[in-house]
């Protein structure tokens, strides 16, 4: 996020669009609901009515993936009817007329037929968003998780800019990140071209910086993305796999190549705290400790430093994920001396410009929001206050492009896939606890009545979904919650998995997400 | 600013300050039953009554603003009096259950009762008689202990927003429950636990897969491992077991959602992985520590040797700590040689 979690009761306008806040951040979307309550306006798009759509003052039930569209229909209102900040545009930005000439094309009316909603809410939207003092724009995988995901944040961003919302407190740019620690494993390298602290591993002297630190000689080539390892495993290039806390048999999209990937691997080891769909695959499989298990720190979605604090004691002969590393490294010959979660704390703040100010200490009582680039330093509550961290906010104009999965005669809805607010993820931890399997037993398929009707489905009835990729068989959900054309099933259960579904085929260009968000399927009563 | 003195103590706070803030600020304890800095204020439970020289009734203090030259007596002997007689009328309709009650030790009632030497009502009446609403997953509602403060239904409407409980009845009757009273099951409930966090007695209390006494426990405060917000709360270990979670002060002011709430069940279930594992023909068995790791080490040093570094990649995790994704990182990087280190971000 841009800015903080407390800040949502400082906009006068929300606007929430790819994001179920109340299933998927509840704190946040009853913190949402408040600020409605206390006077702020809600905007809310969203292929499904979600229970935000019941606060929001407009609504719209955009087609998945057609976002780009609506925020060039809401910028060429904004602009059409002089609504946008002239001064933040000038003194705080670049290449607007870029956005300028793009968005002319994308009236209300066009806007409307694109992504299936009235011209008069696009409009209504618009003059919302425009005539506000403090606007922020929350989403999440609803806008990200498309073969044009990073476009879409652009056009947000672009949305954002036009209208000096960024840069203060109640406004920003806000992904709502959906795991405990996303944000820190970002943040410590957790990704393919960058070391700690976004530092690019192509960059001479930021590798010979690592190189010093660490005492050897590094890699200076980007490594493959989670989806070009399993191509590359699938083609045999890709021999080895380390896998820690993560379940990609259930997670990932396409099941079916995943499965075939991961089986072609020479080794496999899979570090976790339940033997889980993947670690079945492996070689060797580690027992870890959990979280209420282990001393360290978690950061949250507004880039706080937080600890965590050992509680108990793992089971068994469980180990902390870093004692593990530690001793295997030691085992390979690269002399490892940290002993500590703390210790290793001491490294990262001195490797990672953004956490040169953090220590145990300083973040004992409330955490720390990282730009903390010293030890006086009091953390960053929201970012590009004075001025963009490229220095001026570049605009990019971005045209809308239609999803690279479509409909055809013999798949002729779309799904859309998403969490549940009783389970979480691929029920590893969720999935042990009673009660919430009472609330929310098994997966789900949500079918507007009309097409139901057609199909002569009804509520409850087994239904068979399937895609190009494969086929499953779930429950049916009859709600008018849900479009005509659109059917929503949540990803969590291996059994009726979604994700034998979904394309894995084609990647967002730039973030390499795939569109978990739009795949074509046919439904029929089983 | 103003100054107030409370006790005969002076102290300079701002115009707007209530006289139980103003008391806070100089570390005078004044009971509250009802009181959450949280929510509208809306002194219903009269305990925090105080004595304001020159006034003539007794004004709560979580109400009442402070003024230039007020005096405070927060435990005078008419105030003590008022106490009494508020938890001798609560307990006309309590059942003094607290030999076996779940919150003995960490209820408000209790230590009240117990400050203000009140052994046991005085009034012989008419007691209610509810049938306990057990039918929530997480926590049941037991109206026979409800003590009326509407805390509960106050953070459900004004925190959480879902107005899933709300009073019932009028006077001898006023109950908490939900619309028709069709029950817990029935109603809006998102299970948040939001409700059971404030109860002041045992009226909403947690279902315990395991009995403890609250001072039994041991309070560790840590971070939720849900969702990206990152609640602060505190873990209630007993026997190196979480037994309860409860809200902390943080991001998400004292707010939970059930799965930070509810769902640590998995910390202790019994399928946890104790052991390492080894794939010994076809099969995973239980192995030692050093078997897997020299199984491990071996392996990398034969595909290394074999292909170089670049047939490595490792998926590290958003779901552990950030020292734990800094080792991963690291191990793939110096000790193995790729940059291929990746994880779910996208997922």
């Given at each position: 996020m841009t800015n903080s979690v407390s800040e949502v009761s400082k906009s006068d306008v929300l606007f929430v669009t790819g994001s179920n806040t109340t299933e998927n951040h509840p704190v946040i979307g009853s913190m949402m609901k408040r600020a409605v309550q206390d006077g702020a306006k809600l905007i809310v798009a969203d292929p499904r009515e979600i229970e935000l759509a019941k606060y929001a003052d407009v609504y719209l039930q955009i087609k998945p993936g057609t976002s780009i569209a609506l925020a060039n229909g809401l910028m060429h209102v904004i602009l059409e009817e002089g609504l946008e900040d002239k001064d933040f545009i000038e003194k705080r930005t670049e290449d607007f007329d870029e956005v300028k000439e793009i968005v002319k094309e994308y009236t209300p009316e066009k806007v409307a037929e694109i992504c299936d909603v009235n011209a008069e809410d696009v409009r209504k939207a618009a003059r919302i968003f425009g005539e506000a003092e403090r606007a922020a724009i929350y989403y999440c995988m609803g806008i990200t998780q498309h073969s044009t995901g990073t476009e879409s944040v652009m056009s947000i961003s672009n949305l954002a800019m036009m209208t000096g919302n960024i840069g203060r407190e109640g406004t920003g740019v806000n992904p709502l990140r959906g795991q405990n620690n996303v944000q820190g494993a970002c943040d410590m390298g957790g990704l393919p071209n960058v070391y700690p602290g976004y530092q690019p591993v192509t960059v001479p002297e930021i590798a010979k910086k690592f190189e010093d630190a660490w005492g050897v000689e590094l890699s200076k080539e980007a490594g493959l993305t989670l989806p070009e390892m399993m191509d590359n495993a699938l083609r045999k290039d890709l021999k080895a796999m380390y896998i820690m806390g993560e379940n990609p048999m259930v997670s990932d999209p396409d099941t079916a190549h995943i499965k075939k990937a991961i089986e072609n691997l020479e080794f496999l080891v899979v570090q976790d705290i339940f033997l889980t769909e993947t670690a079945e695959l492996a070689d060797v499989v580690l027992p870890a400790a959990a979280f209420a298990e282990k001393d360290g720190t978690f950061v949250n979605t507004e880039r706080r430093v937080q600890r965590i604090r050992k509680a108990i004691n793992p089971p068994g002969e469980a180990k902390y994920d870093w004692e593990i590393f530690v001793d295997l490294m030691n085992r390979l010959g690269y002399e490892e001396k940290l002993q500590s979660a703390e210790e290793i704390m001491e490294e990262i703040s001195k490797v990672t410009p953004q956490y040169g100010g953090i220590d145990y200490q300083r973040i004992d009582g409330n955490g720390l929001q990282w730009p903390c680039p010293t030890k006086t330093h009091e953390g960053t509550k929201f970012l590009h206050g004075e001025k963009f961290a490229r220095g001026l906010g570049l605009f990019k104009g971005i045209h809308y492009k239609p999803s690279a999965e479509v409909t055809d005669d013999e798949y002729p809805f779309i799904m859309t896939t998403g969490r549940v607010l009783y389970q979480y993820h691929t029920r590893t931890m969720t999935g042990k606890t009673e009660g919430l399997n009472n609330l929310m037993p098994e997966s789900f398929i949500e079918i507007n009545p009309v097409t139901a009707e057609q199909k002569n489905i009804s509520d409850g009835d087994m239904i068979k979904v399937a895609s190009r990729r494969g086929e499953i068989k779930v429950k049916a959900k009859v709600t008018d919650t849900i479009a005509e054309g659109v059917v929503f099933i949540p990803f969590h259960w291996a059994e009726g998995a979604a994700n034998i579904l979904t394309s894995g085929a084609v990647l967002d260009p730039y973030s390499k997400i795939p569109e978990l968000k739009v795949s074509a399927v046919a439904i029929e009563k089983a | 600013m103003v100054t107030v003195t409370i006790n005969g103590q002076k102290v300079e706070v701002a115009p707007e300050t209530t006289v139980l803030e103003a008391a806070e600020k100089i570390g005078v304890k004044i009971p509250t039953f009802c009181h959450d800095p949280r929510l509208k204020p809306h002194g219903s439970c009269r305990i925090c009554v105080v004595e304001v020289k020159g006034g003539g009734n007794l004004p709560t203090a979580c109400v009442t603003p402070v003024w230039e030259g007020m005096e405070v007596e927060t435990e005078s002997h008419d105030v003590v009096v008022a106490r009494k007689e508020i938890l001798d009328l609560i307990l006309a309709d309590h059942p003094l259950e607290c030999l076996t009650c779940?919150?003995?030790?960490?209820c408000t009632l209790q230590d009240l009762c117990y400050q203000y030497e009140i052994e046991e009502t005085s009034f012989d009446g008419e007691r209610t008689n509810y049938p306990i609403d057990e039918s929530n997953d997480f926590y049941y509602s037991d109206q026979n202990k409800c003590i009326k403060c509407g805390k509960c239904v106050m953070v459900c409407d004004q925190l959480q927003q879902t107005n899933a409980i709300g009073f019932i009845g009028r006077g001898f009757e006023t109950h908490v429950g939900t619309p028709f009273e069709l029950g817990l099951e029935h109603s809006t409930c998102v299970s948040c636990g939001n409700c059971v966090s404030v109860c002041p007695v045992d009226s909403l209390g947690p279902k315990k897969k395991v009995k403890y006494r609250s001072w039994e426990v041991d309070k560790v405060r840590t971070t939720c491992s849900y969702c990206g917000v990152g609640c602060q709360m505190d873990l209630l270990v007993k026997d190196n077991r979480v037994v309860e979670v409860q809200p902390a002060e943080g991001v998400n002011n004292r707010m939970l959602c059930v799965k930070g709430k509810f769902a640590f069940d998995f910390l202790s279930h019994p399928d946890r992985l104790k052991k390492p594992l080894v794939r010994k023909n076809g099969r995973l068995q239980e192995a030692t520590w050093d078997e897997a790791y020299d199984v491990i080490t071996g392996k990398i040093k034969e595909i290394k040797e074999a292909h170089g570094p670049s047939v490595f990649a490792g998926l590290t995790s958003a779901r552990v700590s950030t020292e734990d994704n800094y080792m991963m990182q690291k191990f793939m990087r110096a000790a193995i040689g790729t940059n291929s280190v990746d994880h779910c971000a996208r997922l």
């Open positions: - | 779940e919150r003995a030790g960490s």
